[in-house]
């Protein structure tokens, strides 16, 4: 569902949220499995303008130190580990719903970015990385000689 | 990572806002030592000046206003997740000792120190020997 060409979509921006989930309703009828695999966690949204993406995603208690990102080409990857806390001698879980332990998600993105141009700031439980495009990748405007 | 349900869950039954936002459940760890309970709630987005926490009686109401997390001219191109605010209602077993709850917010998780009234404390009661 994430494909490469994922701006083949951006005619439909404003609208995106609700065609996600009307996807997401017409996948849960056709399968048992449900939606959300662990491969797809963290869930992502992906921003444009002019030459740049960015990409945020919900990443609530962690330490910034644990999250890896990595850029390779036009795949983005986001790794990382969530801890919960350890608890003492007779202390014990009633309710445990929050994700913990180890996750990889890997991006393919529209196009290459520039790996050295790249930031992430973490901020209230949320990552957001700027993606600049490749200058060398970018289209090339070509004259025609009369 | 389990293979629970990975997507925000949507909390229907939380009375509207006035702003136009969903509302979300937020996924809470609960765990219970000696004399206090401890509530963990994922929130991310919502900071220390956004959670609000009531306690009416024994039943424990957790809030977060999240900002639309629209990213300044910049257009939404891939969505997989949606932002808006989190309510969730706990009734609460045992009494609590509400002038001593301490709340704290970090990386938009809120972590909830709610200790036990000294009157539900269990007690051990010395047997003397007749």
Not at chain 1, 61 to 66: A, F, K, L, R, V
Not at chain 2, 74 to 79: D, E, G, N, R, Y
């Given at each position: 569902m994430f494909g490469p060409s994922i701006l083949r979509m951006k005619r439909f921006a404003d609208s995106i949220p609700e065609i996600i989930d009307l996807q997401r309703e017409i996948n849960k009828l056709f399968s048992n499995v449900g939606h959300g695999t662990t491969?797809?966690?963290p869930a992502v949204n992906v921003w444009e303008k002019d030459n740049s993406l960015v990409v945020t995603t919900e990443l609530p208690?962690?330490?910034?130190?644990?999250i890896n990102i990595s850029v390779t080409g036009a795949t983005l990857t986001i790794a990382g580990v969530s801890k919960s806390d350890i608890l003492k001698e007779g202390e014990t879980y009633l309710r445990q719903e929050r994700e913990m332990g180890h996750f990889q998600r890997n991006i393919p993105l529209p196009y290459q970015v520039d790996s050295k141009a790249v930031e992430a700031k973490y901020e209230k439980g949320i990552l957001k990385i700027m993606l600049p495009r490749q200058q060398e990748d970018l289209p090339k405007k070509i004259k025609i000689n009369p | 990572m389990s293979d629970k349900d990975l997507q925000k869950t949507e909390n229907v039954t939380a009375t509207e806002r006035i702003r136009n936002v969903k509302t979300f459940v937020p996924r809470v760890d609960i765990y219970e030592a000696k004399d206090s309970l401890y509530l963990i709630a994922d929130m991310p987005g919502a900071d220390e000046k956004t959670v609000d926490v009531e306690l009416e009686k024994n039943i424990l109401k957790i809030y977060g206003r999240v900002e639309n997390g629209k990213i300044k001219d910049?257009?939404?191109?891939?969505?997989e997740y949606e932002v808006g605010d989190y309510e969730r209602t706990f009734t609460l077993s045992d009494e609590i000792d509400r002038d001593k709850i301490k709340a704290t917010v970090k990386q938009g998780v809120l972590k909830l120190e709610l200790p036990k009234a000294e009157k539900v404390k269990p007690k051990k009661i010395a047997i003397s020997v007749a």
């Open positions: 491969s797809d966690y208690g962690i330490d910034p130190e644990n | 910049h257009a939404l191109v891939f969505s």
